[in-house]
């Protein structure tokens, strides 16, 4: 797991360091576990303004073996100049990310919507469809 971990950050901070164009000093690279409850957190930081962090820790399901929930957040300058700032977990179910430069669906148009909403009030609920 240490292994997997450090692997992690050098291929994260190669590729940020990587789509910059430049090789970056490190100027933070804090680590702290893997612990015995599986728990664990490390950040690192270049020089050029590349930032990443990240926890993880076991988390108890009743019935089955425990999954990693892992949270974190990098932060880089685009080639553009836009600030790009993204939040993510990670758990069984999948990588949620979380940022201002992540498309984003339109919004439903209102008549699209009230009838979605009719609808839905007025369709027979009959579960046993399938």
Known sequence: MKYA???LVLLSVARLSWSQGDVEAIIRNDF??????????WAIQTEGGIYHEQRGSLQAR?????SLLVEGQYQYTAPDGQIINLLYTADEYGFHPTGDHL???PPIPPQIQRALDY??????HNDNLL
Request: net charge negative; no cysteine.
């Open 5 to 7: 971990v450090g692997v």
């Open 119 to 124: 609808i839905a009030r007025r369709a027979p």
């Open 32 to 41: 702290d576990g893997p612990h015995d409850d599986g728990s664990y957190k």
């Open 62 to 66: 009743a019935g089955a073996d425990p």
């Open 103 to 105: 498309p984003t669906p």
